[in-house]
């Protein structure tokens, strides 16, 4: 009998979709909001989280629906489509200003790598130019070399 749960349990965890971490941006009027976005899929179902928000909704193809329910009750619909680990669409949010209006907002998603170990590990880094400046898209902020040790 325990063979049989243990080996049940094993066919289950081959086959069963692992979750995928997003970060998704939001442009709302010229403001970029950025979320981090965890995303299940079992057949075309999609579940998960939205920054800590419960996520459900559906996947065909490369078209997707999926729609965020916050915690105040509010609803927050998505469409769009995803190529080659990236995801584009629209969403329709409530309007801040007016309780019964929606606002539509482009927004885009980018998948995460998965983390490779949970070992410590140590990083060096070793700058090939210098800025005043705080920001990633500053020149030369691609060039900035990592080894690891």
Do not use: C
């Not at 065909?60 to 105040?72: E, Q």
């Not at 800025?131 to 500053?138: H, I, L, M």
Request: hydrophobic content about 40%.
């Amino acid at each position: 009998m325990r063979s049989l749960l243990l080996a049940s349990l094993l066919f289950v965890s081959l086959f069963a979709d692992a979750a995928e971490t997003w970060l998704l941006k939001v442009d709302r009027w010229g403001t970029v909001s950025s979320m981090t976005m965890q995303l299940e899929q079992a057949g075309p179902a999609l579940s998960g989280t939205l920054d800590g928000d419960r996520l459900e909704g559906r996947r065909a193809g490369d078209k997707l629906d999926f729609t965020v329910v916050d915690s105040k009750g509010k609803r927050y619909l998505y469409s769009g489509s995803i190529k080659a680990g990236a995801m584009q669409g629209r969403a329709d949010f409530p309007d801040t200003n007016k309780a019964d209006a929606r606002a539509i907002h482009a927004f885009s998603a980018r998948r995460l790598p998965e983390r490779v170990t949970t070992a410590p590990q140590t990083h060096v880094f070793a700058p090939t130019d210098y800025s005043n400046e705080f920001s990633p898209s500053r020149a030369g902020a691609d060039a900035l070399a990592w080894r690891q040790r």
